[in-house]
């Protein structure tokens, strides 16, 4: 049984700590954090845990055995960096940090630590259908991805959603999950503006077509609209040498009524990837035990944010800008 | 240029002389008859053609080559006998005739004409869906068809359609084309009824299913459902030893919106099939030519009244009821 | 913890052995036993069990809390009736037992004992395409079912496996969940048996269109094709007063390649439904623990059998054949 | 009936030659001229039509009332000019002509002759598809388009298909339906270079990202990959404000087998837009009998020439490149 520590008690905290309560099977919250008292209680509440208002406290506990980090983004890296110096394995929902040096931090930590411990929480690494997809890919019966089409459609957003954040809230997870999905990583990005939705308001430029090219040359481009008003629809198309892969919408009903065949788009993130996350922290909790990630790591959340800082640079410039990280990819996270 | 007399002028009869006038190539309408002076001046207006109130007149003018009949059922066998008389080409709508007598009649006078000049209006035979389907079946890629799911589903009837036109108004269609489909004759027929739908009215049950066996053992079963509501809806799909093959909808276009994915669904024959309308016309034009059938034959027309016969009899007993011809399919008609 | 006691141990205990060890949140497998010394071992060795060769001294085990049987059909009955008197909760794997007589007996028992013990293994009332379905006819959107269009369709089978086979193999699975999915009883039951396919042997007539009718009337037709070679192939379209509701197929990639556009189908019952059975013992698990069966209970495996039976004979009589319990439902499975 | 003249004997003139004798209705084929005796007698014999071997000859010919012109393209310019001076309808198959310039000169005479006389080969602004998008978008139903999804697919070129031709030969009829389908004009264009398939050789970048800009800020990408092995595939999806409209594919028959559901993908540009070619043909004849042109103008063909022109030059700067006509749209092609 995994002793776990929930750092942070918010919405995205109290369903992971029902989800480790409820669902996931070897695990147990024995611990929650939170710097406002009465959160912590709630969530302590779920899961008959102890109660800290210190992190710090938390990741020291012996009862501890690992953590989670669902606090605001802006704490993760201090609460990581602890974790790593108890040599404590720790899952930290997105981002790993708000800043490319703070996640760059974090990798070098872990390197000196010599341990595998960070995961970070992009889940749909976890979904069915990228799976599905990957499958195919990794077969070898398409021969070489060229292209990817992808969309990232979202039903509406509210008036302090921006533009940059179209990046870092949205088209964050394909920037994780693309670049497993095809075993490559990003050479340059470039965002292109359509005319604005009559949906959207004036800080923010929405729908944008992002476009990613790889180092062996793959093109891809994402669709993010997030005032599409009809649903939320993931879309990811690979374009191979021998064929095209497309990635299936979850299964609904059909329906014949009013002239029409018809079937459900979902509507939520959370509908729509609620398997991915429970797949992911059952996951999490079995490697956890043996001591490896097989997960997206540090690594991998540093390459997500040298690689939106490039895509926000573009959405100023207009320009191709140049994705660059700072070290070359340690044999450590191959 | 075929010159052709239309017989009837209401609104089929009108619908054929616009085709035949704006559409078709290599005829022209040079002259109509009707019982109704007004309706045959109307329809005639359209085609500049002489006028008639007498079929047999129409069909004796030298300047008619071939007859297109969309006079009333009851009056389709003395005009199609007149038309074998006088040894012109003979369109007629569907029924061949009202009753399975006047159909053998038809059949034998043909017969000894020893000309082929009937072919009976089931438009069908010419949609490009049932075509492709039929075309997979004959390549002999998927060994023998088995059996063959159906629906003849229908928007909603008025008043006046009854049980019986279940049979006669709606499945003649699939009677006639299922069998050209797979080639080969009916042998019984049972008809299920299952619980009525709230839409329909004391004289109609209202869905029923049909079943008919071929000769060669082929199981075929026909949802009728005339006042399903959503939409006109035909669907075929034959089971064969080696796969499956189903015929496909219209394709209309595939719309994201209000948290669904949809594509229309027709919901009126005439557009549904407008297309076989046209395709027939213009092959029985260019066969009339040539002096043979390609399509329906009398001898199908007969068959088809056959068939209704035994299963109106089926929706009245419940029982299995066999489907007997009074005669073996003439070497003619092979 | 419920502590899980497995009588049977071949392929299908050997699966849900794994299943209670390695994914189901709340239960151990703390005993098992087989009549075979090996088996019995093999199994054990997956959970670190205690291992019985008698089945009644395993459910008297006080580390035994509830009972789950895999053993061979006949051998059910004896085994559930045990429980029964134990007051243990029990889990048979499909059928109940395999006559009607001795499913009413555990009936009986089940009422005597005034407790809900007993539940039956039709996994397909756990698998998300059923239940959308069944969530689409309980919102009332679609009014009342009147027709539902299924069928099973499977690669193929033995030489063993024989016309009655069709029914207590097959379509057994149908039988349950379908007056589930419409909340009906059923009241007559006919089969109509097409040519054979040339993949069948002289022991079996397959395909088979088996016809159901309920007490309200609606009318069911499963075409069951156990050879049909493509997949495993399950499909339910229920059509309703206000529209139809088709359960989906598994969701693949969609593929483009060789000039056609595809997505898999399934080959393996066990893939297609490998998470209906995770559900299905998870939630076992959990009424277990509460005393109560939300699952097919005793009744429905009776009901089951008194179904398949009438099958049966109608596949020798090729008539309708009544559907009729020694006993109206009792109260207690309301 | 309107006599036509055709300007070119080779596959595309036989092509025409044929459909208006056999297909179209209301014109017939009275001339045929080419540079090779041998092609134009061969085609006048299709058609029982004079021969010539000076199309200007033709043009003048008073049996003919109007031109079709499938000769090279670089012969297009001339006849056309001598049709405008002639008074003729005329109908050029694509290009209207090799340069921007030569263009621009036919704009200029029709502007002149003060007579609507020309018409492009665009063929697919016929095609059901295209034409069921259009009008979903005309109705207003779904806002106003912000970007558009394509994609060009070919089987394989040959070695002596270069880079450009990518943009002149492939996607010059995206430029050309577009434009039309949203009532835009470009306002930009860029080109991205994926890594190449290894099926291209070294003269082609294969595939290609096309990207245009509208002056209404509408985006376009156009995937255009000619040696996509699988088929030829033409996708078109517009996302509105309020919805998303997708060109359906063509239909045809659902197939079970091999472990797959699956539709025939077309291989062949001929086979997809058949109908288009008829009906295109069918319009246009119509139309010069009136003495309107309702299809493709010759300002269509001028504004082909400079997006193609400004679509050659992103491929060789990597650029966004301005696309800008010499003179405004004129009232006269309002």
New interface residues.
Partial sequence: MLKVGVIGCGGMGKDHIKRLT????GAEVTAVSDVFEEGAKAAAAICQAKVYHNSQELILDPEVDAVVITSPGFAHAESILEAIKAGKPVFSEKPLATTADDCLRIVKAELESGKHLVQVGFMRRYD??YN??KE?LDSGE???P??L?CTHRNREVGTNYTTPMAVHDTAIHEIDVLHWLIDDEYESAQV????C???SHSKLKD?Q?M?L?TK????I?V?V?VN????Y?INCEV?C???????????????????????????DCFVRFRDSYDTEIQNWVENAKKGVVTGPTAWDGYLAAVTADALVKAQETGNVELIKTDMEKPEFYQ
Same sequence: chains 1, 2, 3, 4.
């Fill in positions: 409820d669902k996931i099977q069915k259908g599905q997809v195919a398409y021969g070489a060229l292209m089409h292109i503006m359509p005319g939705t009559k949906y729908p077509i476009l090219r062996k040359g793959i093109c481009d669709e609209f599409c008003k009809f649903g629809d374009v040498e021998d064929g095209v892969v497309k990635m299936p919408a979850p299964a609904y009903p059909v329906i014949r009524r009013n002239a029409a065949l018809s079937t459900t788009i979902d509507t």
